[in-house]
């Protein structure tokens, strides 16, 4: 405990200011879910973007690669499971009051003889942290009534 306290106070402020704001938020995505369902707090996560000045193309992903840094070391400490979904939702929330807008994905594969899901969030239609083409190794859901660029016909 001693250890982690240090290391909390060796990062800058701006740096230990979200790390604390992604563990919040994932303990919110996490409390929403149980609470109201994903419908509710997919809309809350996805509401999130301010009308912050937009950030150059490497600008935006020098950002997302920040807060998703931050995020995972949050889920990775927190007291409760973090799943893919509940870091996505964290991850789409922070980066809207960034003035980010991402978008939600879900797929699914068959894994052993079972059906293994998976969600992950896109920047401008590219996966945001995949280690690999994610769409690839999951069949991507689209909800009906929707494209695959996630706007409404």
């Known amino acids: ?38 419908r509710r707090v997919q809309a809350w996560a996805a509401a999130g973007c301010l009308t912050r000045p937009r950030l150059g193309e490497d600008g935006a992903w020098d950002r997302i690669k920040s807060v998703q840094r931050w995020v995972g070391a949050a889920a990775h400490r927190h007291l409760l499971p973090m799943t893919c979904l509940r870091r996505g939702l964290a991850t789409q929330w922070l980066l809207g009051r960034r003035g980010i807008r991402t978008e939600l994905r879900f797929g699914v594969r068959r894994d052993a003889g079972r059906l293994a899901a998976h969600a992950w969030l896109e920047y401008r239609g590219m996966p945001v942290g995949e280690a690999e083409a994610v769409e690839e190794r999951f069949a991507l859901l689209v909800a009906q009534g929707e494209s695959r660029t996630g706007a409404a016909p």
């Open 1 to 38: 405990m001693r250890r982690r306290l240090r290391a909390l106070r060796a990062l800058s402020p701006r740096d230990a200011g979200l790390l604390v704001e992604a563990w919040i938020a994932l303990l919110g995505a996490d409390v929403g879910l149980r609470l109201w369902g994903l």
